[in-house]
Every structure is written in C-alpha cells, then in structure tokens.
C-alpha cells in the first residue's frame, strides 16, 4: 500500500516537472499528429505550401523558445540564422546540385556552429544588451548577404532561386504535398529531441540557469559553456527552419531576411506560450496565418489590424495560447470536480 | 591531514570597504564549525570566497590539501563543497524534485546530444537521480510538496528545499548561511538535531554561519567569530562565550 501511493506520489511529480507525459497529452499528441497527417488531403496545393510554412516556422519559434523561454536568454536575430539555413540550402542546392534532404543537416551544422560562435562573447551581455547586440546581427544580415564579393555564391539583391523536389519513389503526389510530408517528419523529429533534451538533465540546467544563474554554477553547471551551447542549438532549429522554407517557397533573397523576420519570430513565441514545446506550433500558425487575416480584414490598413490582433492576443491570453489552453482546461477539470 | 579547510590569511576589498581581513582559520575534518559575528562582520563573503564567486585580494584557500584560488566556480560542487544561500536562492519555477535533481547535476556527465536523443545510459542516470532526489525528499520530509514550483512554499519549507539540493551533490563541505532565518525556537531546536543527525548520516564537514546563538552553541564544536572583516576569538563554544572581545562586539550588544 505504502510503496503504491510512494509510486502515485512519483507519478504526480514526473507530471508536473514534464518529464513524463499524461494519457490525455499522449492522446493530444496523437490527435494532433492525425490531424497533421490529413490536412493536406483535404485542402488545395496552395493551402498545403501555407502550412508547410506553418510547419517551417513552428521550429523557428521552438528554436528561439528554447534561448528564451527555457535559458532566459533574448534575441531579436534569429532572421540571421533563418537567413544562414536558408543559403546554404540554396547554395548546396544551387551551385552543387546536391539532394535537398542533405542540405538540412549541413544548414543544422552551420548555424550550431555560428550560434555557439555568437553565443560566446554574448555571454557578457544580459538581458536588453543582449537584445541590442542581435538586433545588431540581425540588421547587419541583409546588407552582407547583398555585398558584392559573396555575390558569386549568394546572388546578390537577385538573391538564388532553387527547383522544387518532386515526391520519391514515383509517389503520386504533388511537390506540395511531398514537401509538406517531408517537413512535417522533420518536425517531429526535431520537436521529440528537443522534448528529451529539456526533460533531461541538461533542460533542467538549462532552465536552473533561466531562473537563477549564480545558485547553478554553485550547483556545479557550466553556464558559460551551456548558455553558448543553447545558443548553438537554438540557431540549429532556426537555421533547418530556413533551409526547409528555402526549399519550399523556391527562392531566397537578402530582404527576405529583414528584422521582422526576427520579430515575426518573437511575436510568434510570445503568442504561442513562452518556454512550452506545444505553444511553438500555435506560433508558426501565428506567424503565418495573422497577418493573412488582418489582410482580409482591411486591405487598407493591414498592419493597423495586425497590431490591434496582438495586443487582444496578449490581453486576453496574457500566457499565450497554450497558457490559456491549459489555464481553461484546468479551469473545466476543477468545476468538474467540484461537481 | 586533519583539516578538510584551510583559511590563509584571506583578505577581500569592495572597492574602499575591507570586508575580510587576513582572515585564517582550519576546519576539521568531520566537525561542525561556527562562524558568527553581527551583521556586515563578513560571513557571507568568506562563503562567497569558498564558492569561488569573489576573489581574494590576498591569502589562500586549501581545500583538501590544495588550494581552490584557480579553480572556475562551477567545478566547487564536483570538489565536494556545497552550500546554501542566505538569501533564498532557488530555482523558482522548477519544481522541488526538480531543484533537487539540479543538485545531483555535478555528479554525472551526459552532454546533450546523447540527452537529445535520450540514449540508454541518459535514462540509466535520470532513473539514478530520480531514486537520489526522492530519497533526499523522504529524508527531508519534502514528499508532499515535491510537485510544486517552489516559488510559492513557506519560507521554512523553501530552505528545506535548499538543504536537500545542497545534499543532492554529496558534499563533503557543507556551507549553511543561515538556514534558521525565520524559524521559531522549537523549529530551530529541530533544525540542530536535524543537522547532527546529517552530519553523521553523510560523514560531512559542516561550516555553519547563523545568528541564532543558541544553535550555534547547542551543535558547533569549534566557533569562529568575526566583526567588522577580522577574526576576533576561535575555540569552543564555551570559550568564546566567555572571551571579553566577543562579548563586547556581539554578545554584548545582543544582549
Ligand atoms: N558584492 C559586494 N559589493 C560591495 N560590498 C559588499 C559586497 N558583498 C559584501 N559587501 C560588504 O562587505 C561587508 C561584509 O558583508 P557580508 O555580507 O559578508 O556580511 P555578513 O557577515 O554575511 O552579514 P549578515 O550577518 O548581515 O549576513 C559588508 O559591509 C557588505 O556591505
Ligand atoms: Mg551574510
């Protein structure tokens, strides 16, 4: 009996420390995973392109969750390593005719090493200092990817326009519907990895960092060492996140790749739910889909739209979208109970 | 070698003010040492100089025989010196299980690719931490809150939770700055009995930094006194009480 409610004790805390999933969020993953799998046998060719971006940008958004919502540390430059994916995607793709599956990893490879790279001096900088220096990465991206002497390899202004892979196997579907197929793979590859890695001991390194810096280096954490390494993984995820929209909307080009690219990002983190795995996929439909709505809304005046749709966002769902899925399912469960 | 700590002459400066001043003093091996002095007097500092958080303007620290003056601050906790903080410093918004495991960090090393991928030895050694963390939770008395973030606990059971964190690393050096803040005098009584009884539970070196004279008294079996930077008496709890200085500097005004 006693080693029973020992156990039902464990189980609880596993819960809430996230290291284990209850049945009802494997069900939710499930449903979700379907739901995934159908979409783009119900709607059209172009439909199926937008969420393929909507996929694309969910893993921008986990990229940059995992820097700030988990490691407590800012960036307005995650366009930078979206931008760096998303050319050497094209680059491989384009000057080498290499396959375009290949040029995920490489885009991984680059951006975890230049992640690292700007992860180490940013390790002086904290909180709105480190805003201000990506801002500054970010900023510096379009003019570099536009000067002269790379414009062999990067196409200068014109920027490089890459072909669309068709489906393998001589599958009888349309490069849309591959495409979306082959994103949707990788992002659950992409978002189980780093499920484990946060779950972990590593994640809870991570976020002892977040929450109090000096008690984890007294804890025996290298944060020097974990906050670059975090920054290297978070341009990871940013960085196949631009290879992938590379690939699928056909063509890069330096303005592609402005600030707001970085703050579309942001806006999409805050507005998913910050520091929660689930919360980056309701980013990328933010990303993708908010400003289409404001558009429909007012072909006047879109960004006025969009503007008024942020800030009733965070009015009424100040913790974001999963926050406020979880606060109203928590909600439903406690009038249930007290039924 | 009998002591485990060897304080040399240490001396530390903020910019005018001389918070230590050539401070040295050994802790056996195995022993609860005191350290008191009012307030300012440089308790913390001296904590903060073991913790490798502030540097020395002078002297030397030996730890084991050698000296920690080299050594980067977060490899404190794999050298076996853990501590707590007098001001609370704790993971807010992990849990209590999971501020425990954070403790256990120093004592294994997965990298995180193989924690990306959650490789067979990851889980061995979650499995490891878990059964560590929750046996410190039963030793401890933290079961029932173990779920919760620890933003929200009392301020007792909060320093609790730091104390288990703290042993999560399986230090021989045990630094407490001021584990009995806030607690009333049968909570403190317990805290002593609980801090013999870890003592020679886990074979462990206490250095115990605190205002509550009667604790102080009741477990140390050496005191150290400092006021205003410098060391002003050492011997045991019965000397130092009656040694003139101290009672003029603290006693004195405390009482
Ligand atoms: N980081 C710092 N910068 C400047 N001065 C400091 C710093 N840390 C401590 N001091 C000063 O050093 C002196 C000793 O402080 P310390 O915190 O070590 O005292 P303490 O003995 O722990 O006191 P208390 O009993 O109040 O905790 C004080 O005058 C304090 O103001
Ligand atoms: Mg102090």
Redesign the pocket.
Known sequence: MDAQLGAKVREIAALASGAKLSRLQWIGIAVAIAVGLIVPLLVSDYRTFQFTLVLVYAMAVLGLNILTGFNGQFSLGHSAFFAIGAYTAAIMMDHWEIAYYWTLPAAGVVCLIAGFLFGLPALRLEGLYLALATFALSIATPPLLKYDHLSEWTGGVQGVVITKPDAPFGLQISQDNWLYYFTFVVLLVLYFCAWNLLRGRTGRALKAIRDNPIAAQAMGINTALYKSLTFGVSALYTGVAGALGAIAIQFVAPDSFTFFLSVAILVGMVIGGIGSIPGSIFGGIVIVFVPNVAEQISKAAPWAVYGTLLILCMYFMPLGIWGFIRMGYARLTRRRKAD | MSSILEVRDVS?N??G?V??DGVSFDVPRGGILGLI????????????CLSRL?VPSSGDILFDGKSILSTSPYRMARLGIGRTF?NLALFSRLTVLDNVKVGAHCSSHTDFLSNALRLPWVKRDERRMEDKAWALLEYLELTDVAHLPTAGLPFGTQKRVELARALAADPKLLLL??PAGGLNHEEVEELGKLFRKIRDDRQLTVLL?E?HMSLVMAISEQVVV?NF?RKIAEGTPAQVRADPEVVHAYLGTKH
């Open positions: 530390v903020f910019g003010i918070a230590l002095g009012p307030n300012g007097a440089g308790k913390t500092t001296l904590f903060n502030y007098q700055d001021e930094v205002h400092l930077g």
